[in-house]
């Protein structure tokens, strides 16, 4: 039997609202339950370091699926080749930097954050739905011929886009704020898309958890 899933939004970097997230998750959670995560778990906040440790220990408590996001995708290919460095300072890669040399007192990433992130999803189907970290092009009919900048990157191709999804298309990426100006859950039943990023990035606004198929939403500032 299919469990529920329960499926949370952009971190970026901000753990305390992460846990408070999981403490309400807790106390729902059953055997069969799964957890995904859209992706952003780095950069703008302030404890990029902490929240992938948080993770990985999550990891061996529930069923669990991560997706990468386009964060992780730019922390990954800075640290690897040096290459992007300015882009990515610009989408808040300095903060994710310092706390990696807080917690470690130089710029590295340990084997078992490296393997974290080698190793994230691009996308979770469902029976019904499927989870993304940006979205999908609408002009790519199947799901594995999507590209990896689209699903990471896309934005107003995917979410202005005028037909109807068969499954429910359950993404983070664009913060809710820019699509209806509210940091509530961004919900088109007409276009069968939700969107989850809320806009923790920032202080005053939520990490979002929403449980599916009943929709039940879970919010933490």
Known sequence: MEGRYYIIGDIHGYLSKLKKIIIWIDADIKENDCIIFL??????????????????????????????????????T?????ENYHNYMR?????????????????????????????LKLFY????????HGGLNPGVNSILAQSKHDILWIREEF?????????????GHTPTPFLHHSDSVYIDDAKNI???????????YPLTCMRWPDRKIYQAY
């Open 39 to 76: 992706g952003d778990y780095i950069d703008r906040g302030p404890s990029s370091f902490e929240v992938i440790e948080y993770l990985i220990k999550l990891s061996s408590r529930y069923k669990t699926v991560f997706l990468m996001g386009n964060h992780e995708d730019m922390f990954i």
């Open 91 to 119: 989408n808040g890669g300095g903060f994710t930097i310092k706390s990696y040399i807080k917690n470690l007192n130089e710029f590295t990433i340990p084997g078992s954050h490296m393997d974290f992130l080698k190793n």
């Open 125 to 132: 189907e469902g029976e019904d739905f499927i989870a993304v």
């Open 159 to 171: 979410y202005t886009y005028k037909g109807r999804w068969t499954k429910t298309i359950i993404f």
């Open 194 to 204: 939700i969107g989850l990023d809320t806009g923790a990035m920032s202080e005053g």
């Open 78 to 82: 800075y640290f690897t080749t040096g």
